[in-house]
């Protein structure tokens, strides 16, 4: 599914988003009278007329309702009445900490231009007047913590010996690890991976400034042979390369956190936590450790105060035009998705005790680096983390990113901007299914197709799958659906069926490739909005259905 989406975004020769439709007489009508409503509210709160500012915030709740079933998207204006937060004492108080905006000394500074709705690449016209779309693939990168065993080239692409004297094999277990562990950087490493995601958004963000337009990308986060994370993505359009690597090299995320130079305590020998004054305090004098707005108050007095960490990209910065009617299309697509199915930790083959101690001293920094201000692991640094209550357990916080299994990559490692194809991943689920079943002939009751529920599996229950025996031209009754408890007595037990579902699914396939050989000339049927042909439906099939066509 994310290679359809890739694919039917890549090269999208119009706007996969138009943009709202314009407001009808109805919305325009009601919005008017939301505003006539917030002017005689003004007036009566001037005048203290209680009553009526009473009776017109139940009038505004009313039009609100009104403004929102017409169809349109956000809020006229915000709400009267005040909600209840659980925010911290800085945030009742209303009290937000600015930044300056200044960029670095270090950074170099980047072209700004007023960004372009457009999502579409520029168009070439060759020699013979055709018109040529290509877009892009680009892959970005962290920078080196210290030299580790790989594969050199020359400029002109002759191999050269490691910074270890030797020539590495393409399977050599040694690439990726340090050639000195005792020198590596393993905690620059960790909050590195732990702020990824916000160095990635702060370049797409520089990237469409620079160049002026919506520029739209999809790929995926997974991790080097290093086991630090990169990103590979598809992007619409051209964009020079040279523009690419300065964006790069000017892209940083400064994180303003409190110092944690080296931490004051242990998880064998933590502070504790205080029942009678709710606080934790230092295990030896019973004193209060500071909290997360008071540690954020003296880092805002120091006039000399620096980020604690910044995060930037390596200079390593590869870059590829792809032409829509290029082989390299495919082959780029699963390039980038190839360990979409692996957890991070397992994309590469880890078997040696060098790579076992690499992943481990990762790991060790990652279990004990804060991932948030409401990490636990803010109480090794003797700070209270915001919201601290007495379950917390520093070294042992329940973030993704802390886990061995994800190398501190913790978020999504499927990126894909809002209008890249026009769908969610979800609608291509859909429209996938609705592909095999208008190949195998099962009509599908569209008129009943947003029924709510789930079949326990992930799967819309009003959507049965091909073959199933629900799947019926009858229109089907409203139910409600729910998850089976583990003591139902109508579940069977996991392994059965799991067995069922095998041999469901390949009853399905052979179902389909027959319709395939069947249809074998005449390519999908006709009329289905949906994925375009077998191979983008099931990549691994591409071979087999066009050798019959």
């Given at each position: 599914?994310?290679?359809?989406?890739?694919?039917?975004?890549?090269?999208?020769?119009?706007?996969?988003?138009?943009?709202?439709?314009?407001?009808?007489?109805?919305?325009?009508?009601?919005?008017?009278?939301?505003?006539?409503?917030?002017?005689?509210?003004?007036?009566?709160?001037?005048?203290?007329?209680?009553?009526?500012?009473?009776?017109?915030?139940?009038?505004?709740?009313?039009?609100?309702?009104?403004?929102?079933?017409?169809?349109?998207?956000?809020?006229?204006?915000?709400?009267?009445?005040?909600?209840?937060?659980?925010?911290?004492?800085?945030?009742?108080?209303?009290?937000?900490?600015?930044?300056?905006?200044?960029?670095?000394?270090?950074?170099?500074?980047?072209?700004?231009?007023?960004?372009?709705?457009?999502?579409?690449?520029?168009?070439?016209?060759?020699?013979?007047?055709?018109?040529?779309?290509?877009?892009?693939?680009?892959?970005?990168?962290?920078?080196?913590?210290?030299?580790?065993?790989?594969?050199?080239?020359?400029?002109?692409?002759?191999?050269?010996?490691?910074?270890?004297?030797?020539?590495?094999?393409?399977?050599?277990?040694?690439?990726?690890?340090?050639?000195?562990?005792?020198?590596?950087?393993?905690?620059?490493?960790?909050?590195?991976?732990?702020?990824?995601?916000?160095?990635?958004?702060?370049?797409?963000?520089?990237?469409?400034?620079?160049?002026?337009?919506?520029?739209?990308?999809?790929?995926?986060?997974?991790?080097?042979?290093?086991?630090?994370?990169?990103?590979?993505?598809?992007?619409?359009?051209?964009?020079?390369?040279?523009?690419?690597?300065?964006?790069?090299?000017?892209?940083?995320?400064?994180?303003?956190?409190?110092?944690?130079?080296?931490?004051?305590?242990?998880?064998?020998?933590?502070?504790?936590?205080?029942?009678?004054?709710?606080?934790?305090?230092?295990?030896?004098?019973?004193?209060?450790?500071?909290?997360?707005?008071?540690?954020?108050?003296?880092?805002?007095?120091?006039?000399?105060?620096?980020?604690?960490?910044?995060?930037?990209?390596?200079?390593?910065?590869?870059?590829?035009?792809?032409?829509?009617?290029?082989?390299?299309?495919?082959?780029?697509?699963?390039?980038?998705?190839?360990?979409v199915t692996k957890a991070a930790a397992d994309?590469?083959?880890?078997?040696?005790?060098?790579?076992?101690d690499h992943l481990t001293r990762l790991w060790?920094?990652?279990?004990?680096?804060?991932?948030?201000?409401?990490?636990?692991?803010?109480?090794?640094?003797?700070?209270?983390?915001?919201?601290?209550?007495?379950?917390?357990?520093p070294g042992h916080c329940k973030g993704r990113?802390?886990?061995?299994?994800?190398?501190?990559?913790?978020?999504?490692?499927?990126?894909?901007?809002?209008?890249?194809?026009?769908?969610?991943?979800?609608?291509?689920?859909?429209?996938?299914?609705?592909?095999?079943?208008?190949?195998?002939?099962?009509?599908?009751?569209?008129?009943?197709?947003?029924?709510?529920?789930?079949?326990?599996?992930?799967?819309?229950?009003?959507?049965?799958?091909?073959?199933?025996?629900?799947?019926?031209?009858?229109?089907?009754?409203?139910?409600?659906?729910?998850?089976?408890?583990?003591?139902?007595?109508?579940?069977?037990?996991?392994?059965?069926?799991?067995?069922?579902?095998?041999?469901?699914?390949?009853?399905?396939?052979?179902?389909?490739?027959?319709?395939?050989?069947?249809?074998?000339?005449?390519?999908?049927?006709?009329?289905?909005?949906?994925?375009?042909?077998?191979?983008?439906?099931?990549?691994?099939?591409?071979?087999?259905?066009?050798?019959?066509?």
């Amino acid at each position: 599914l994310r290679q359809v989406q890739i694919r039917e975004g890549w090269h999208r020769a119009d706007e996969p988003n138009p943009g709202p439709n314009p407001a009808t007489d109805e919305q325009r009508a009601l919005v008017e009278l939301r505003a006539h409503f917030e002017y005689e509210r003004a007036r009566a709160l001037a005048n203290g007329e209680w009553h009526q500012v009473a009776d017109l915030d139940e009038g505004i709740a009313e039009v609100d309702g009104y403004i929102t079933a017409s169809g349109m998207r956000g809020q006229v204006a915000p709400s009267h009445t005040p909600e209840s937060s659980d925010d911290d004492s800085d945030d009742r108080a209303g009290k937000r900490r600015v930044r300056s905006t200044r960029r670095r000394q270090d950074a170099p500074d980047l072209p700004r231009q007023r960004v372009s709705p457009r999502t579409i690449g520029r168009v070439y016209v060759g020699q013979d007047g055709r018109e040529h779309r290509p877009s892009m693939w680009l892959t970005l990168t962290l920078d080196t913590y210290g030299p580790v065993h790989g594969q050199r080239r020359s400029g002109n692409g002759k191999p050269m010996p490691c910074t270890c004297k030797r020539m590495h094999p393409d399977h050599d277990p040694l690439l990726g690890c340090p050639i000195d562990p005792d020198t590596y950087d393993y905690r620059r490493a960790a909050w590195d991976a732990v702020h990824f995601p916000r160095l990635l958004d702060r370049f797409w963000q520089n990237l469409r400034r620079a160049v002026g337009w919506n520029v739209q990308y999809a790929g995926c986060v997974e991790p080097q042979k290093r086991l630090a994370p990169h990103a590979h993505f598809a992007i619409r359009g051209t964009i020079p390369r040279s523009l690419l690597e300065q964006v790069a090299a000017a892209t940083y995320h400064q994180v303003w956190w409190p110092a944690v130079d080296q931490p004051r305590y242990t998880p064998e020998h933590p502070p504790i936590w205080d029942e009678a004054a709710s606080t934790w305090v230092d295990p030896d004098t019973r004193q209060p450790l500071p909290t997360w707005a008071e540690a954020l108050d003296a880092l805002d007095a120091d006039e000399n105060a620096e980020p604690v960490h910044v995060v930037r990209f390596g200079p390593q910065v590869k870059a590829k035009g792809v032409s829509p009617d290029s082989k390299d299309v495919d082959r780029t697509i699963g390039y980038i998705t190839k360990y979409v199915t692996k957890a991070a930790a397992d994309c590469h083959e880890i078997s040696t005790q060098p790579q076992r101690d690499h992943l481990t001293r990762l790991w060790e920094q990652l279990r004990l680096t804060p991932c948030s201000d409401r990490c636990a692991n803010w109480l090794l640094y003797g700070i209270q983390p915001s919201k601290a209550h007495g379950k917390l357990r520093p070294g042992h916080c329940k973030g993704r990113v802390h886990q061995q299994a994800t190398l501190g990559i913790g978020g999504r490692r499927i990126l894909v901007s809002r209008d890249w194809s026009g769908k969610t991943l979800k609608d291509h689920k859909y429209d996938a299914k609705a592909w095999v079943r208008a190949l195998l002939g099962i009509s599908v009751d569209h008129e009943h197709a947003p029924l709510v529920g789930t079949n326990g599996n992930g799967d819309q229950g009003d959507n049965p799958e091909p073959g199933d025996s629900a799947a019926s031209p009858e229109p089907t009754q409203a139910v409600a659906w729910e998850f089976a408890r583990h003591d139902d007595p109508d579940l069977a037990p996991l392994g059965h069926r799991l067995l069922r579902a095998v041999s469901q699914r390949i009853q399905w396939r052979a179902q389909r490739t027959a319709a395939l050989r069947q249809l074998a000339g005449t390519g999908p049927p006709v009329g289905v909005s949906a994925t375009p042909g077998p191979d983008a439906l099931d990549p691994c099939r591409a071979k087999e259905a066009t050798s019959h066509g």
